[in-house]
């Protein structure tokens, strides 16, 4: 079912807003799908928009160590974003053991995986449903901040995204969902390229891959190829799901 843009209680003829966050959109044309990709592309190649955008990823990536964090046991202290785009999550447990593992992985595979759900959102139709879903992941990871810059950052950027999805139309609610899924799936192999050349001049040495090694005895190296190999199947398989049917090419 086609739904209108505006998020509202309703009016008993429209379903309310249950309706609206479950129901369907149009999706958007092709060259809309394309200017947006290449918008997202000039932003992880452009040196001075790259520093701006990148406190997305490092909100998804922080985001992704305190989800785990929780899911795994462990007791969530804080999160703090800083302006240079790096960021910091503090757990208690265990300091080995799976727990600490998997809360320690998941800071870079999990933006390249939200811009694959977000695709997957999207070619479903779920336009409305992926701006909401992702007001509520920034939500949950507000309370957790722990400084004043890292609150504005998620703060800043729920207040855009909650613009676009109730002052805006049909059209500009899809350019700006499919913009930050192409966003994350093209961001998720930058952060990895930088990490590696970071740990190859030895500026890194407590990096996520480094502690991996430490916990896992499983080479550092080894685990920044995994991310970057989860990056770039999520990006081509994110791709596919965004690419839309009616092209005029092909």
């Known amino acids: 079912m086609d739904v209108g843009a505006h998020l509202s209680l309703g009016d008993?003829?429209?379903?309310?807003?249950?309706?609206?966050?479950?129901?369907?959109?149009?999706?958007?044309?092709?060259?809309?799908?394309?200017?947006?990709?290449?918008?997202?592309?000039?932003?992880?190649?452009?040196?001075?928009?790259?520093?701006?955008?990148?406190?997305?990823?490092?909100?998804?990536?922080?985001?992704?160590?305190?989800?785990?964090?929780?899911?795994?046991?462990?007791?969530?202290?804080?999160?703090?974003?800083?302006?240079?785009?790096?960021?910091?999550?503090?757990?208690?447990?265990?300091?080995?053991?799976?727990?600490?593992?998997?809360?320690?992985?998941?800071?870079?595979?999990?933006?390249?995986?939200?811009?694959?759900?977000?695709?997957?959102?999207?070619?479903?139709?779920?336009?409305?449903?992926?701006?909401?879903?992702?007001?509520?992941?920034?939500?949950?990871m507000l309370v957790m901040i722990r400084n004043v810059y890292g609150a504005v950052s998620v703060l800043v950027t729920g207040a855009v995204i909650f613009l676009v999805s109730w002052q805006t139309g049909p059209q500009v609610q899809a350019a700006f969902a499919y913009l930050a899924a192409w966003f994350l799936l093209l961001a998720g192999t930058r952060p990895v390229v930088e990490l590696q050349r970071m740990r190859a001049r030895r500026m890194a040495p407590s990096s996520d891959a480094d502690q991996l090694a430490h916990l896992t005895g499983v080479p550092g190296l080894t685990w920044v190829s995994l991310f970057f190999v989860v990056a770039l199947g999520s990006l081509g398989v994110g791709a596919l799901l965004l690419v839309p049917a009616d092209l005029p090419f092909g």
């Not at 990148?54 to 007791?75: D, M, P």
Request: charged share 10%; no cysteine; hydrophobic share 50%.
């Open 12 to 140: 008993g003829n429209d379903g309310g807003l249950w309706d609206r966050l479950t129901g369907t959109q149009d999706a958007p044309s092709w060259w809309l799908v394309a200017l947006v990709g290449l918008v997202a592309l000039a932003a992880v190649l452009h040196g001075r928009s790259w520093r701006v955008a990148r406190n997305v990823v490092t909100i998804a990536h922080e985001g992704g160590h305190a989800l785990i964090a929780l899911v795994t046991g462990r007791k969530l202290d804080g999160i703090k974003l800083h302006s240079d785009t790096s960021g910091v999550t503090v757990s208690r447990g265990k300091p080995h053991g799976p727990g600490m593992v998997f809360t320690a992985m998941a800071g870079y595979l999990t933006p390249p995986l939200l811009g694959l759900l977000f695709a997957a959102l999207l070619a479903g139709g779920r336009v409305t449903l992926m701006l909401w879903f992702s007001l509520a992941l920034l939500g949950g």
